[in-house]
């Protein structure tokens, strides 16, 4: 059969008059481009009630200055990790493991065993929280008990009071961190002003020119001279002219700050002294090589229940010792 062209064409719904505009036509009204008013895009986690979500944002409230975005936004760590735009909702457990389906705690959730994600800032503290973990899990430390220890005869429920419950263990290895931390580095780095100034004395002091005259001394006795600190010997059979009026309660951290601010309180005036005779005997006692064993016996013969001074730390023992001794110092 022969095609006509002008009489197929006309008939053809190819013809022109089916390309005339109509106002239903989805091109027409350009539903293809994006609305303004865009809703809200339904998900299958669930969402807090007290969230504010748009088509941007799971909580478009900021906190701390951020707001909770349904893409994950393109910085350069999450575009070199490939999560950069992924909804936050439909990541995996394994694309937040260093590697992958291999991280061994993926193998052991998928035997059921509990799990839990502890989220990090810096590759610094996952190093340290992982290898933190893998040691305490080597020597099968039990952290349970040494948190109870530490608390003494009668510790917090570790279910209910959970940070409570461990806070005496937190808190001394927080306090050897933060006794092995350096000097703030606007401490140790001197201004140019004050090195051109230190600079100068140094040449007028080598030429022999006084920077400012010198001051006559007062005729006067020798200055007291600090008295030195004590050796660990010293502090170790040293004898109480009177016994402390109170002790700690218990062998907990918290308990030991109360009493040794309770017991520097009845020298009135000596606040400093009080302070720095506690920290030397600390820092002598450290630095030697005393057992905890024998801190703990003096403890007790100073009046501190045995129950308790078994328990209490190496500082707490050389603190309660320190704070007993400064009367006789």
């Given at each position: 059969m022969s095609w006509t062209r002008e009489q197929d064409w006309a008939k053809s719904s190819w013809a022109s008059s089916s390309w005339e505009k109509k106002g239903s036509s989805?091109?027409?009204?350009?539903?293809?481009?994006k609305s303004p008013q865009q809703s809200v895009p339904s998900t299958n986690v669930a969402i807090p009630s007290s969230f504010t979500s748009?088509?941007?944002?799971?909580d478009k409230n900021a906190i701390s200055?951020?707001?909770?975005?349904r893409n994950i936004q393109s910085t350069p760590w999450s575009t070199k990790a490939g999560l950069a735009g992924k909804d936050v909702a439909d990541l995996r457990v394994s694309d937040l493991t260093r590697k992958g389906l291999d991280d061994f705690s993926l193998r052991c959730l998928s035997n059921g065993e509990f799990q839990s994600l502890v989220f990090v800032r810096s590759i610094s503290e996952a190093v340290f929280v992982t290898n933190l973990l893998r040691h305490i899990r080597q020597d099968r430390i039990d952290l349970d008990a040494v948190a109870a220890n530490m608390h003494g005869p009668a510790?917090?429920?570790k279910h209910r009071?959970?940070?409570r419950f461990m806070q005496p263990l937190l808190g001394e290895i927080v306090s050897t961190i933060k006794a092995n931390s350096p000097p703030p580095a606007d401490s140790s780095q001197q201004s140019?002003?004050?090195?051109q100034l230190a600079r100068a004395k140094r040449k007028l002091k080598e030429?022999?020119?006084a920077l400012t005259p010198e001051k006559k001394q007062a005729k006067t006795g020798p200055k007291p001279t600090a008295s030195p600190s004590p050796s660990a010997e010293q502090i170790l059979?040293?004898?109480l002219p009177n016994p402390p009026n109170s002790v700690p309660s218990s062998s907990s951290p918290d308990v030991v700050e109360k009493w040794l601010k309770k017991h520097q309180s009845q020298f009135r005036g000596q606040a400093a002294a009080f302070k720095k005779h506690v920290a030397d005997v600390c820092s002598v006692l450290k630095d030697s090589a005393t057992d905890r064993q024998s801190l703990a016996d003096l403890a007790i013969k100073y009046g501190l229940k045995k129950s308790h001074a078994s328990k209490m730390s190496f500082t707490n023992l050389s603190s309660f010792i320190g704070a007993c001794q400064f009367e006789s110092a």
């Open positions: 989805g091109w027409n009204n350009r539903d293809w481009q748009d088509w941007e944002c799971y200055g951020k707001k909770f975005f510790p917090p429920d009071e959970s940070a140019p002003e004050s090195e030429a022999g020119i059979n040293a004898e």
